[in-house]
């Protein structure tokens, strides 16, 4: 990542910080109150739009989850006994998959014979 790059990122997160909507203006004001000069005005128009509308903190705070609130598990009953079921079910196709790898290699012969 460039120095322009991270600047703009630095710039970015301390105006989120701040809950300062994110423009390229205010971005450009603040990378020049650091004293650097070499940054690129299409640095900062391209981080504005895109953060625009979108809460960084948010965004921050959930990298790592990956899934959304959907997949979730399900709070009702009957939904509740069908969650418990899906469980078992693949620990049942994994030991017929297990089985199977067994089965082949009882044959008496393997890769190298």
């Known amino acids: 990542m460039s120095n322009s790059e991270l600047a703009t990122s630095y ?3 301390i105006l989120a910080d701040e809950e300062i909507d ?3 203006d205010k971005l450009q004001t603040l990378i020049k109150a650091a ?3 070499d ?3 299409i640095w900062t128009t391209l981080f504005a739009k895109a953060l625009e509308g979108k809460n960084v903190k948010d965004m921050l705070l959930n ?3 990956g899934g959304s609130a959907a997949a979730a598990a399900p709070t009702g ?4 006994g069908a969650a418990a079921e899906a469980p078992a079910a693949a620990a049942e196709e994994e030991k017929k998959e297990e089985e199977k790898e067994e089965s082949d ?7 190298f014979d």
């Open 35 to 37: 004293k650097l000069d």
């Open 22 to 24: 994110i423009t390229a």
């Open 105 to 111: 290699e009882d044959m008496g012969f393997g890769l």
């Open 63 to 65: 990298v790592g989850s």
């Open 11 to 13: 710039a970015a997160l």
């Open 39 to 41: 940054v690129e005005p």
């Open 77 to 80: 009953g009957a939904a509740g």
